[in-house]
């Protein structure tokens, strides 16, 4: 996408809207990286017609709306993306103001490092017998979708976390599901961010269905949990016994909390790792050095606590990875004053994009092999690229609205890699690297199918 317009001194590069609309239709994804590239880092104007979003990818620029000026850039509820996500989770810790403030001091110590820490043995075993399931079809010699199988590990991993035991994994099965309708149902409002929210569009109806399939699951836990919220240190029950200003919490604060969190947490997790296999099947070198470690820290198995920390090329593909395929590749702000950003005069009210997967991707930070897949990157003796990587890298975001669950996405991606590497080897249907596709998350485009092969070491259903 080329960018076009007089740059006097407070207007924008503007991309036309002939320009920047069918491209973004085309592909949302990398039209978001040419802009940036095409205006050489410098906040440009996206002509979408009615709304006009400015984006944002000089990591100067993406600190001051995200961190330093963060109570002038609210997330709105305005911009189709999160208008999408409040429709969903309510107002809590999705939300912004005191709610959001609220939740997030009840929320953050769940998540602390020391907290995670102490369930990585429970989060590994869980892992590990939710992979015996794969067994048969290795044995079989059957086509897995990788992604669902993924959902199904990253749940058995946080069920704990979570729920304790009060949720089965029938039930969270069926959240995922639900939660698969609603990610996907809101492309057709993602591409076309100008039109009015009270016009009908395809996918409405299936996200309102998918919701009240959510409620229809997590209501009566959550009011069994209120009934007797035991002393559990698990989101649910920390809920349960939460108060805000000397008041228990409402069954709707509980419920918009339960639900932002459980979609926030899997969703992303299991996306990412989806990622990993096609890349791997076009980088054997990273494959096989990714394998070596596995082999060397973990063995046959079973993958524990006391290995994460060796696993270090393992962390550095991972690590490459969210910086390609971040999860949130989008994160959309309001501005509630008018600001200067870059010498860019930004008005009231406007749209501001940041986008993680366009700064992660451009040359202008990442230099001219940008685009390709190299853990190296990220080895601390590449000091060179240490600066660009603390500037331009935020997949977990950045500001008082930083992920939560970084350290736990940490854990459990090293967990199931290790887990799955230890085990089997992977051939994939169709090994080319697919597309990204328009949900609210970094989807592939297509299912990623693979076949599993038993590792000669592996034992089978060992976790029995
Ligand atoms: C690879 C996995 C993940 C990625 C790439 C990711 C990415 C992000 C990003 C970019 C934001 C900032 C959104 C914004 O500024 O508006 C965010 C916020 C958040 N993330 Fe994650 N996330 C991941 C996993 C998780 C997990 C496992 C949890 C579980 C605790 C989690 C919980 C949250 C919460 C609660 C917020 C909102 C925080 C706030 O507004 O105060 N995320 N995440």
Redo the contacts with the bound molecule.
Sequence with gaps: MGAQGARTAGRPMTVPVWRALPNFLRDAHQSLVDAGEAAGGRVVRLGFGVSSPYLVTDPDHVRQV?QDRATNYP?GDDTALWRSVRKLVGDG??AEGDT?LAS?KT?APL?RRGRIDVMVDTMAKAIDEATDRLDGAAEAGRVVDIGAELSRLVCAAIMRVFFDSRVSVDDALRIMAAQEEIVTSMAPRLLAPFTPWWIPMPGDRRFHRAVQTIDGILLPVLRAAVQQPGDGDDVLSTLARAQRDGQPLSERQMRDDLV??VA??TE??YV?LTWLWPVLANHPDVAERLYAEVDQVVGAGPVRAEHLRQLTYTQLVLNEL?RLY???WI?PRRASAPDVLGGVRIERGATVILS?YATQRMRAYWGPTAESFDPERFAPDRHEVETARRNAYY???LG??????EH??NVEALLIVATLVSRFRFALTDPTVPAPRVAASLRPRRQVELTLSRRDHAVPGRSN
């Design positions: 995200l997330r810790i999705l959001w997030r929320l998540f932002s969190m926030v947490t992303t997790s990412v969210l971040p999860a949130g994160v993680p997949p977990f975001g008082m609205h930083r992920c939560l669950g736990l996405f």
